[in-house]
């Protein structure tokens, strides 16, 4: 069944879903709406899409709706949508406060609709490299970093970039947390614009998370380190490294090509050490993303990204930075 789509906001991550929404055949791409009539009028030209002149009429008009404001719209948007009873992808973080995401969880169980959350890392090629491995993290590292980049600023580098991190870890972990340690500091904008965080949960998994939108170049990695196993993840680059320990007499049974790295002594039971680097298929993440929100409408699976599970990442970002303002480095 093609679904009638429509993009609310369409600046650079709007942008993208439309012009991949041209050409994806499960969904009615049916027009577009931005507060910016210039923009809107520049993107339906390029596009060939109709703009729509209010939100009521593009609301009115669809059945299924994307929206890629800046966040502190979110809640206010998302909920004309729902209570229209239309099925939403929501841009992350899924609204500026934990609350909003309850209240918003409680109307789309009223109104029986649909919200995925754009946590678009989750349909990373190196996290789909990582599927058939068995994880079960003891200490998780990221680092997350970027160039300046003025579009963002509406919220802290903790909801704009380690929300990312912060679900990932979240869904690998799959533990309640016991205790957060966080710093950071306000460089450029009046938001926090670099942060360290420090997770321990109650499993004892520990997770480091550094994001800054500062830096020089870019940089999005997670190492992964549990029992006889360490697995590398680079996010930007699509490759994935996995180090494991096998017993000595193990042959590899999966397709990845395995080398040999080396051998521990450890009297009658000796280890071979392997390094394995798993194969990655090249998606497109939000073309993955849009696909997964038809397939969640139409119940031929479960939602991606659900709200609840949007609305945890939203709440440890959230403490994360209530801790980080109500300690600031003083200079």
């Known amino acids: 069944m093609s679904l009638k789509i429509s993009v609310i906001g369409v600046g650079h991550l709007g942008y993208i879903h439309s012009k991949l929404l041209k050409n994806n055949n499960k969904f009615n791409f049916i027009g577009i709406y931005d507060i910016n009539s210039e923009r809107a009028k520049t993107v339906s030209e390029e596009l060939n899409i109709h703009s729509f002149e209010t939100i009521d009429d593009l609301v009115t008009e669809s059945q299924a709706i994307i929206i890629a404001v ?100 979240l869904w690998l972990v799959k533990s309640n947390i016991k205790s957060i340690d966080a710093n950071g500091v306000k460089v450029i904008s009046d938001t926090i614009d ?42 930007q680059e699509h490759k994935v490294e996995v180090f494991k320990i096998y017993d000595e007499n193990y042959a590899p049974q999966n397709s990845n090509p395995a080398t040999i790295l080396g051998f521990i002594e450890t009297g009658n039971h000796n280890k071979k050490i392997y390094f394995e680097q798993p194969k990655i298929v090249k998606t497109n993440a939000i073309e993955e993303e ?22 945890k990442a939203l709440l440890v970002a959230e403490q994360i930075n209530n801790i980080i303002n109500q300690n600031p480095i003083e200079y």
């Open 70 to 169: 800046p966040t502190s719209l979110h809640y206010e948007i998302a909920s004309k949508c729902i209570v229209n009873n239309k099925h939403i992808l929501i841009e992350k973080p899924i609204t500026s406060t934990y609350k909003e995401a309850e209240d918003l969880i409680n109307l789309a169980k009223k109104y029986d609709v649909v919200i995925q959350v754009g946590h678009v890392e989750r349909f990373n090629p190196s996290i789909d490299a990582i599927k058939n491995y068995s994880i079960n993290p003891m200490f998780i590292e990221s680092h997350r970093l970027s160039p300046f980049k003025p579009r963002a600023t509406d919220v802290s580098v903790i909801h704009d970039l380690m929300i990312h991190d912060i679900d990932i870890i």
């Open 194 to 235: 670099i942060a360290n965080a420090r997770i321990t949960f109650e499993n004892s998994c520990v997770a480091n998370i550094t994001a800054s939108r500062i830096s020089a170049s870019q940089m999005r990695k997670m190492r992964i380190f549990q029992k006889d196993t360490y697995l590398s993840l680079d996010f």
């Open 290 to 311: 849009q696909i997964a929100f038809y397939n969640a409408i139409n119940g031929l699976s479960p939602i991606s990204i659900n709200a609840y599970e949007a609305s």
